[in-house]
């Protein structure tokens, strides 16, 4: 395999012991096949890249997304209309994503990228997280790394009220490009592990979820304005902290079309006690219950 070569005149700096790295001298609005192969290569190596000093138009952001895979906005919440393309978020005293989640993981093809810029930020606060889920998988302990590997767990998008919105994924997703095992559950969107009860799946959720955010698997960045991140959706989360005051307006292009694939072949059934339902069948009869109700206040 030939090894992508990063140009010599680049700065890169690593942020933490488990991931992040920001990166100065490519122009991310004017990039090259060499650059793009260098940037791809520091993303598998690092998880997440920083560019400050960028402040690329919306055409330049869209396109150097379209470099890495198809673009879609966001499927539940605004995208701009002229460019629909690009999800953009403005908020003041909070309106952030401040839990701990995977971008758009109720989708059968999550998202497997984004990039997002920081056109204008708070000078105090409004800091962003993120984990590396390689690491939380690997310092597992062996009885659960083999309990994990077989679990499958179902994500919902409730939290943008559409619960309809659901898959079923890996609680142990395989890495198609580095081949390394990622810990693919969050607090925001995964409801439920088929394979156990409801009480057995409440008990490891609130388990997993919480020791993903070990301190020592993550990287905090504060920003500057004109900043672009670019992060591997297949293995991290991310969650902003929601402590500013001020204007906070964000840009994102996502990539999506990446299905994930299990470490290892699930071993188990889906658990249905007896005379009860499944998991997802009574997902499905709440939302039968959700749909009807809502019917129910729309005039004919």
Partial sequence: ????????????????????ARVIGPNISNVSEQDLAAINAL????????????????????????????????????????YPELFELVATQGGVADEWHTDITFRPEPALMSILHMVKCPEVGGDT?????YAAYDELSPPMKAMCDGLTALHDAHP???PEQMAVH???????????????VNEHFTRRIVELNATESEAMLAYLTNWVKQPR????????????AMWDN????????????????????TIMGDKPEPAEASQWQPYVRDGRLSAMSRH????????KKMGEGTPA
Avoid at 129 to 133: D, F, H, R, T
Avoid at 234 to 252: A, K, P, S, W, Y
Wanted: charged fraction near 20%; glycine fraction near 6%.
């Fill in 234 to 253: 297949r293995c991290t989360q991310h969650m902003v902290l929601n402590d500013f005051e001020g204007e906070r307006i964000i840009q994102r292009v």
């Fill in 129 to 133: 997280l993120w984990s590396s889920l």
């Fill in 217 to 228: 698997f993550t990287v905090r960045y504060q920003w500057s304005a004109g900043t672009i």
């Fill in 43 to 82: 993303l598998m190596e690092h998880l997440v890249l920083f560019f400050p000093d960028q402040s690329p138009s919306k055409d330049d952001h869209i396109a150097f997304g379209r470099h890495f895979g198809e673009l879609e906005g966001h499927p539940n919440l605004s995208n701009n209309a002229e």
């Fill in 1 to 20: 395999m030939t090894q992508t070569i990063i140009p010599t005149d680049w700065q890169i700096k690593r942020l933490s012991g488990s991931l992040g």
């Fill in 170 to 184: 890996p609680v142990v997703r395989k890495h198609p490009v580095t081949g390394r095992k990622a810990l693919y």
């Fill in 160 to 162: 943008h009220n559409r």
């Fill in 284 to 291: 499905d009869r709440q939302l039968h219950q959700f749909q």
